[in-house]
């Protein structure tokens, strides 16, 4: 707190708008690269958006015009990435069925909620943002960039050929159980979703047959079109899922037709690690406070992601955000460290593992020559309850800055915390 | 570790009359903390505390230890044991909303001892917990305080009628009836109830008593000041409705939840209205949208008394624990003794029992959690908790 008001008291940094040939120079601090050891003063050099360079403070040479942050005391980690989120209020299926493959989340999301603003907070950089659980599938997930930005377009990562980085939410167990034309069982559930997946079957082996003869392909099927993208293994499959019989039966299903998955939630996946691995599955992991809730997370338990990085299953956490707080993120590792989880694990677990998961590890998730600039600045070890996130840049572009004003508002709440929306141009579009 | 986890199993053994506890650091909340400190525990209270030099423990005591000691943690507003882990109609007994005033419903009718949640909290060192009724109606019905071992609420509760749970704001108001629509209309029936109370009050003191009548009795015994008024309300305006309620009545009165009690510190100052502040990792939204995670701290600092609660939200997760939000308000602010403060000494003053619980004083209860580090720490683990002088848990949590 000493250490906040200090910033207060010095100017508001306000750099200008980064050019592409300027370097930006991290000096002094403590980087944790992820996919390296430790550099305990170190150097991190940042131009165009992505990291040019990245040593001991000895081994790096500042070129001469760089804009020279000095950063000594600091802790800079990679922009911590969250596999599941609902910021921005992302609404996907409606009630008309269990099972929406067309529904784009990215169609919903208010990019000037503040919840994405409170994620840049907690050294987010990266989020998957799904529709809910309330359905069997409930739609196409949205991997965002945490940039500043002011229309979805913004913030969306984008492959060579133009392609929407993101991909699709499932749910078994009890939240996707409703009235008819929703599933009331866990066998109809299954049911249900396996007779989608033939179908999807059945219209790729059509598109195929038709050999791009317009005449012989079938009428265009938004819905087919996204399941055949999962059974090509382009989107992969975020799996909302608690119990272990639930787990167990997802696993069969993505056996069955070949999609890759990552295992959501897993409150009972300390009960079978074994077969979790076995199917080279990863898991994404809540951390929540105490257990219970609904009679499916009875077994929620902070041990999960030990046990699972035991059993060599890859693993990441996620915020859920609102049900756990993005600004808190860091609680979440920390709390697995608490229950036996290795802290380089843990850290891997909200960054490159997490990218991993995301297909998104060539960009980001560590601090590397290449990857984006994407990174968070603490004032002390990632996984004290003490150390609060001063800045957060997202490829190169710092997008939080605990020294100000607003932003302060945003990563500890108060008078009018609960009004912004529209907070980007708070600053004359400068930051 | 190893030894203190021998030392517990030998414990539950033995069940000796004496138990010492020694702490690299303990923490008496009374008090600067104790380097290489002792605690002797018998009969239930604590009979000796002080650093080791000073404390001989007796020949045959089972000694525990750990490298830091606090008194139990309290819980200065909760919902557990009428609010199961399972969230489903049948372990939900926190609110009845047949009606929007009902002070006779009484905690300890609906109190489930042996809830999971109960001993949840009791694994982070949480031996003592104030709960009932929820907030969600102008009157919801009674709390009660209980350390939290026990399996009927004759063994745990040792206040079974603490406070009468009140709502201003939203969430006393609702679409559909018998709930009021606004929030005036709110504040107009808690009043009008008052005022039948205080009748009904005095002609309890006058020669021809009226009918007995639970609902204006439990009232009465608020408007006679033998307990407060537990009011949650949140936003600035509906603080302030609280306090002309206070005023009006004379009440004693604790503010709970309290969002934006910083913008009120010298209203509530004036009152001398003590506040329960939300799980200060509450989530920021509706009527809690313009909280601050500093709030404790602004309220310490502003000469409040102030406690913290684990609160209640209606979905996952099912209970917060204090330790972990007393951890949060000392990243936000406050200083290590007085975030424990939050939940120890200060909560248990607010709640009337600090004779009893929330400092390590010679005399007082024998509660106390034991950690292996710094217990806001999100990596340290709580290696034992004694409540009355009795090793409760071992768990390593």
């Known amino acids: 707190m000493i250490q906040l008001f200090l910033a207060l008291s010095l100017p508001l940094c306000t750099p200008s708008a980064p050019q592409q040939d300027a370097t930006t120079a991290f000096v002094g601090a403590r980087l944790i690269p992820i ?7 170190g150097v991190l050099l940042v131009r165009g958006g992505k990291i040019v360079a990245i040593g001991a403070a000895a081994d790096i040479e500042v070129p001469a015009g760089s804009t020279v942050r000095d950063v000594h005391g600091k802790t800079i980690l990679p922009g911590l990435i969250c596999t599941h989120s609902h910021i921005g209020q992302p609404a996907g299926a409606d009630r008309s069925a269990p099972i929406q493959p067309e529904v784009r989340v990215l169609d919903s999301i208010d990019v000037r909620h503040a919840s994405l603003q409170r994620a ?8 998957n943002v799904m ?5 069997l599938l409930s739609g196409q997930t949205v991997y965002l960039k945490l940039r500043d930005g002011e229309t979805i377009d913004d913030l969306l990562i984008r492959d060579s050929g133009g392609g929407i980085a993101g991909g699709i939410k499932m749910a078994n167990g009890t939240n996707s159980r409703r009235d008819p034309p929703f599933p009331g069982t866990r066998a109809k559930s299954a049911a249900l979703v396996r007779s989608k997946y033939v179908a999807a079957q059945t219209y790729r082996d059509k598109i195929a047959r038709a050999a791009g003869d317009a005449a012989k392909l079938p009428p265009r099927d938004l819905a087919l079109e996204a399941l055949v993208e999962v059974l090509e293994g382009k989107r992969v499959v975020h799996h909302h899922t608690h119990r272990h019989d639930d787990i167990l039966t997802v696993l069969r299903l993505a056996e069955e037709f070949g999609f890759r998955v990552v295992l959501h939630h897993v409150s009972d996946g300390w009960k079978v690690a074994d077969e979790i691995a076995a199917a080279k599955a990863p898991c994404s992991i809540i951390v929540i406070d105490s257990p219970g809730g609904k009679q499916e997370a009875l077994g929620v338990d902070y041990k999960t992601g030990g046990v699972l990085e035991r059993a060599g299953v890859s693993v990441s956490f996620h915020t859920d955000d609102s049900i756990t707080d993005s600004r808190l993120f860091l609680r979440s590792p920390a709390l697995a460290v608490r229950a036996g989880m290795s802290r380089e694990k843990a850290l891997a677990a909200v960054t490159l ?8 590890d060539a960009r980001i998730g560590s601090l590397e020559v290449g990857k984006d600039a994407d990174l968070a600045v603490l004032d002390g070890d990632p996984l004290s309850v ?8 997202v490829e190169g572009e710092l997008v939080f800055d605990l020294a100000d004003e607003k932003d302060r508002l945003i990563a500890l709440g108060g008078d009018g915390a609960g009004d912004l929306t529209d907070i980007h141009q708070c600053c004359g579009g400068v930051r | 570790m190893n030894g203190l986890l021998l030392a517990l199993a030998a414990l539950v053994v033995q069940d000796p ?11 008496t909340a009374a008090g600067e903390p104790i380097q290489n400190g002792v605690v002797v525990c018998s009969g239930g209270k604590i009979v000796a505390v002080g650093p080791a030099g000073s404390i001989t423990i007796p020949g045959g005591a089972t000694v525990l230890e750990a490298a830091v000691v606090t008194p139990g943690l309290v819980d200065a507003h909760s919902v557990v044991g009428l609010a199961g882990w399972l969230n489903q109609n049948h372990d939900q007994d926190q609110i009845e909303r047949s009606g929007p005033l009902q002070p006779e419903l009484r905690a300890i009718d609906a109190y489930n001892p042996r809830e999971e949640l109960v001993a949840w909290l009791r694994s982070f060192g949480v031996t003592t917990v104030h709960t009932g009724h929820a907030p969600g109606a102008v009157i919801t019905g009674q709390t009660l305080i209980a350390k939290t071992r026990g399996d009927t609420v004759e063994q745990s509760v040792f206040v079974p009628f603490a406070m009468v749970a009140a ?6 108001t609702g679409d559909e009836k018998p709930a009021p629509g606004t929030r005036a209309k709110a504040v107009a029936i808690l009043r009008q109830e008052l005022v039948r109370a205080s009748e009904y009050r005095a002609k309890l003191e006058g020669d021809e008593p009226p009918d007995r009548d639970l609902r204006l009795e439990a009232l009465a015994t608020v408007l006679a000041g033998e307990r407060p008024l537990l009011v949650t309300a949140h936003r600035a305006h509906d603080i302030a409705a609280a306090l002309r309620v206070r005023a009006e009545f004379d009440l004693r009165m604790v503010l709970d939840g309290g969002a934006e009690a910083y913008l009120m510190l010298d209203e509530l100052r004036a009152a001398g209205v003590p506040v329960i502040v939300h799980a200060t990792m509450a989530r920021a939204r509706a009527e809690r949208r313009n909280l601050s995670m500093e709030t404790p701290h602004l309220l310490q600092e502003a000469g409040i008394p102030v406690a913290l609660q684990s609160g209640y939200e209606s979905y996952v997760p099912k209970t917060r624990v204090v330790l972990f939000e007393a951890a949060i308000a000392a990243r936000y602010g406050c200083s290590f003794d007085d975030a424990l403060r939050l939940v120890t000494i200060d909560a248990a003053r607010i709640l009337g029992v600090d004779r009893r619980v929330g400092s390590l004083e010679v005399g007082k209860d024998a509660d106390l959690g034991l950690y292996d580090g710094d217990p806001f720490e999100y990596t340290t683990h709580c290696v034992g908790v004694v409540i009355e002088g009795e090793a409760v848990s071992a768990e390593v949590r």
């Open chain 1, 35 to 41: 996919s390296g050891p430790e550099i305990a003063e």
């Open chain 2, 17 to 27: 009359e004496v138990l010492a506890i020694r702490g690299e650091t303990v923490h």
């Open chain 1, 120 to 127: 840049q907070a907690g050294g987010l950089t990266c989020a």
């Open chain 1, 353 to 360: 593992e997490a990218a991993r998961q995301l297909d998104l």
């Open chain 1, 131 to 135: 529709p809910g659980s309330g359905h």
């Open chain 2, 167 to 172: 709502t201003i704001g939203v969430g006393a």
């Open chain 1, 386 to 393: 003490y150390t609060l996130v001063h800045e957060t840049w």
